[in-house]
């Protein structure tokens, strides 16, 4: 996109995290904006019981960051608040972020995008729910990536309920969880959540949990502060150093799934997402939760698995993961297959200098600084005080970065956005925003 004379028109899609912090840096530049919301609130998935579907929250959730990580730069967190939020208080959060800058009034709730089309010689071409159709310079994509639930196939067909956590909401809802025979697929932090809350003695259930990969299990406190506190990736020492660091570690926090019964992880500590959780490991050495290895087939209401041993189950709770989906655009355009999106700094397509992409990472430590990092750049961006390398040099980076972030990882969809906060962040700071600044006035 060339330099503007004068700012773009730009469309932001969703008001989630992304979307509203794309429009609080968006506003701050002078760039003037419309933001599509399908739903009649802000927070996307911290809007527990979001009208338009697009929350994974349950009713006990508290997030798994603690709020010295998740805090936007430029607006704390309360004193008040606890070390690990619980979701309401992650929507009231949001909503005084929104209120403090003024965001609502660029907000088009129960309208999102219907269709956005590229026109031909740039700009875009959005139809919206109520029908109409208007024109952008630039359109901002922030519809986030935990809303489209995955589930796995098993051959076979299973006979009792099956749910994905996305539509999980506590014991009762959306089915009565008491006094049954459930199996959680996953070893996530959903799945540990979820098959803690229903093994409570309280509730008379058999619970098990099924795992693939499995997952190293890291404790929520250290030393009696989050232990979220103690980790920060430092930018000038390289990677994998740190890693081995960590891997070495690791022993001292207890977090080898091998200690409480469950599978041996195919993977080294941090060579996939770990799983945070105080709960799970004294719910499986309690015996409240029974540790099984993969699903290798599921029969009527018997369910296989690869050890060769089998149960029988009324409920299969899948806690496997999300699709990175944009049912704005047309599939032949622009999709992300096994979740797989090719994006320099996780923002740009090459070849499409009209269209920015916002929060499609799954960063350590957390989400919200990760978005407001990218923020800075758009709005840079936006005002032609930052230009995008050629194509060809967009491509060679977009390799180099995915070998940093993801070349250790397990090549699977859930792992395909793996990224290191701290780390991007320092790039974009130092060297990649300066960098454009200069293509911008060369």
Do not use: C
Not at 219 to 233: E, H, Q, R, S, V
Not at 356 to 368: S, W
């Amino acid at each position: 996109m060339p330099a503007p004379t004068t700012p773009p028109t730009t469309a932001v899609i969703g008001a989630g995290i992304s979307g509203l912090t794309s429009a609080k840096m968006l506003g701050d530049y002078g760039v003037p904006h419309t933001v599509f919301e399908t739903s009649d609130r802000v927070g996307g998935n911290w809007a527990f019981g979001n009208p338009n579907g697009h929350s994974s929250a349950y009713r006990s959730l508290h997030i798994d960051t603690s709020k010295h990580r998740l805090s936007f730069k430029d607006f704390p967190m309360p004193d008040s608040y606890p070390d690990f939020p619980h979701h309401t208080q992650i929507k009231d959060y949001l909503d005084a972020y929104a209120d403090a800058f003024g965001l609502r009034e660029r907000i088009e709730f129960e309208n999102g995008v219907q269709h956005a089309e590229r026109l031909p010689d740039g700009g875009w071409e959005i139809t919206d729910q109520a029908g109409a159709t208007r024109r952008f310079d630039l359109l901002v994509v922030a519809n986030g990536h935990h809303w489209d639930p995955r589930t796995a196939e098993f051959p076979g067909e299973f006979t009792g309920e099956s749910i994905h956590s996305h539509h999980y909401i506590d014991p009762t809802e959306p089915l009565d969880f008491k006094k049954k025979r459930i199996l959680v697929v996953g070893i996530g932090n959903s799945a540990a959540d979820i098959a803690v809350e229903l093994s409570s003695k309280s509730l008379q259930n058999e619970v098990t949990l099924s795992t693939r990969s499995s997952a190293w299990i890291v404790p929520k406190y250290m030393g009696g502060l989050p232990a979220d506190k103690y980790f920060a990736t430092i930018p000038q020492i390289p990677l994998h150093w740190q890693r081995w660091v960590l891997q070495k570690m690791q022993v001292m926090a207890g977090s080898n799934p091998e200690l409480y019964g469950l599978p041996k992880p195919n993977h080294k500590f941090f060579e996939a997402h770990p799983t945070q959780s105080v709960e799970l490991p004294l719910r499986l050495g309690s015996g409240d939760i029974t540790p099984k290895v993969n699903v290798s087939r599921l029969d009527g209401s018997t369910v296989h698995f690869e050890d060769g041993t089998s149960g029988d189950f009324d409920i299969i709770v899948y806690a496997t993961g999300y699709n990175i989906t944009f049912p704005f655009f047309d599939e032949g355009f622009l999709s992300a297959p096994e979740n797989h999106i090719r994006l320099f700094k996780r923002m740009f397509k090459p070849g499409l200098d009209d269209l920015v992409f916002m929060g499609f990472a799954q960063a350590t430590p957390t989400l919200f600084p990760f978005v407001e990092a990218q923020a800075r750049l758009l709005g840079a961006y936006a005002v032609g005080r930052y230009a995008l390398p050629d194509p060809t040099e967009m491509e060679r980076v977009i390799d180099a970065d995915q070998q940093k972030f993801t070349g250790h990882v397990l090549d699977r969809p859930r792992h395909t956005q793996q990224l290191d906060y701290f780390v991007y962040e320092h790039d974009l700071r130092t060297q990649e925003i300066p960098a454009g600044l200069r293509r911008a006035s060369a």
